[in-house]
Nanobody, 114 residues
Framework: VQLVESGGGLVQLGGSLRLSCAAS????????LSWYSQAPGKQRELVAA???????NYAASVKGRFTISRDNTKKVVYLQMNSLKPDDTAVYYC?????????WGQGTQVTVSV
């Protein structure tokens, strides 16, 4: 499967963005659909994940501000990002897991200015 992220950009402090990750095939067979972020000079880290049982989990730093959701019909996973802060500046990647295999998108840049 191929994953393509979109929706990144430049936004001011307190603004919002919605990232999309579109899959080339059905997303129903994936166990976990996630968003990761990687800031310059830092490791890639989990931001949010949605699981096949319907549960979700979030990094503590984004809880209450970001929401992950999925549209199985459109084969898209979203990350709604509200109340953005400069610390949220990073490249955001989607990751789909099926068994012991993971698939990554190419990433989309999010920059939050003061």
């Amino acid at each position: 499967v191929q994953l393509v992220e979109s929706g990144g950009g430049l936004v001011q402090l307190g603004g919002s963005l919605r990232l999309s990750c579109a899959a080339s095939g059905s997303i129903l067979s994936f166990n976990t659909l996630s968003w990761y972020s990687q800031a310059p000079g830092k490791q890639r880290e989990l931001v949010a994940a949605t699981h096949s049982d319907g549960s979700t989990n979030y990094a503590a730093s984004v809880k209450g501000r970001f929401t992950i959701s999925r549209d199985n019909t459109k084969k898209v996973v979203y990350l709604q990002m509200n109340s953005l802060k400069p610390d949220d500046t990073a490249v955001y990647y989607c990751n789909f897991e099926r068994g012991n295999r993971g698939f990554w998108g190419q990433g989309t840049q999010v920059t939050v200015s003061v």
